[in-house]
């Protein structure tokens, strides 16, 4: 779904769609911009700062325009194939405004997996309403819940996690799967600093396709999230409830209650060059008397959590992270990040693999109408996450929600390489991606650090010598060239 500010408020949202934000990534990561582009989804009135959106969607022929009523006052905005011309409109921002986007989302797909001599068929249908009311407040809600069949290699992944991946739990049904899920939130900005949005969805820290920090792999979650921007500094408080649901059946009242906390401070040194660094802190909701339920401490807006982890003598889930991103000749940008969960400097030093030395880094590139032909771009990404790595010893404060890890879909123990080539001209698009990745997996009841569900102080394979994908080496490879209208 795609629309302009004239539906927009400038407390809404972007959805966190890759294809919808693919429209205005080059201009947002030029180095002459200083927009927060790490963080993700998008404020409305932050990227309008940068970008004019409403030219970017009108030259990309958006499949929404609006209708303005005679008195002024409201928008609604209905599906339209083609806009003749593009009529803005000044009086649109005036504070009685009530502007409203509503669409239905549906979905049919159907294919055939010859190595398995299995037909893949799916449909989904839901609904998605978002409406800005003045330029202070936004509220957007959708749901959909969808039926299908799927590859064998997803079917065996849904089969051991109990859910359909960022789609919701997986009930069995007679094509597959059924599932459901649903977002939104409320959304106010009272002045151009503070932000507060209290949602059911999904966040992302980072500039690259895959977030070894927070990513949007598992389903949605109830969260609050407080952002302020002062100068070039943008931080993000934001605080969420997650659910363990191995074992439910899908029963709400049987989920395992846990809950997590995280911080994210972005600062753009230069119109080129943008730090960010983060923290996390992951709590069970029950501890051993079965009375913790939520830790006030953890309310702490202040980055950082380990003084206060460590002044309350917990073992917590505490991770800390660091994301770089440097925009060069215009349309270039170099990224990474680095994710640090345990470990001890001396052995480092030594290099003796010791276990709890979890951490992964990540490293990509970014190019924009390469070769100046306009529209056309390449990204090329390398992962890198050591065994161990966001697991916990108590299985209830691992670096997961809904049986899926919050960062990448690998989780530990593995090595990735993924590229995009893609040209993009109004609503045409052809994409061609390749992905490499080698992971380890555990086995016979071992574990080599690569399943973070596992509790690694009873069952660890070794203490000494882990390298990355170890125990039973997986070869993944995937080749995907899609074209979209």
Known sequence: MIASN????????????????????????????????????????EVNE???IDSVFYRARSLYSYVELDSGKYGIVFPARHRKEYNGSADMWDSRNIRIVAGPLLSVNGGYDVASSKTISGSSLGAIITAGFGKKLAVSGSWQTGNSAFLPYVDAAISTSEVVPGRGYAHCSKEGYFYSNYAGYISYSPDEIFNFQLGQGKNFFGNGYRSLLLSDNTDNYPYLKISTK???????NLYTIMNDVHGSGGIPTRFTRKYATFHYLSWNITKGISIGLFESIVWQGKDSSGTRGYDVNYLNPIIFYRPVEF??????????????SIRFLKNQQLYGQLILDEFLLRELRAQSGWWANKHGFQLGLKSYNLFKVKGLSLQTEFNYVRPFTYSHGLYSQNYSHFNQALAHPLGANFYESVSFLKYQQGSFLVE?????????????????????????????SREFENEIAQGDQNHISYIDLRFAY
Not at 230 to 236: A, E
Not at 311 to 324: E, Y
Not at 432 to 457: H, M, P, R, T, V
């Open 230 to 236: 002062i100068w070039k500094l943008k931080y993000v």
């Open 50 to 52: 940068v970008i004019d």
């Open 6 to 45: 004239n539906c927009y408020g400038q407390a809404t949202y972007l959805p966190l769609n890759r294809d919808l934000n693919g429209f205005f990534d080059a201009e947002l990561n030029r180095n002459d911009f200083t927009a927060h582009s790490a963080i993700r989804p998008y404020l409305y009135a």
């Open 311 to 324: 002044a309350q003598g917990s073992s917590d889930n505490a991770l800390i992270g660091l994301n770089l």
């Open 432 to 460: 061609g991606k390749f992905s490499y990745a080698l992971k380890g997996k555990d086995s016979n009841g071992s574990n080599w650090g690569g399943d973070i569900f596992l509790d690694y102080q009873t069952v660890r």
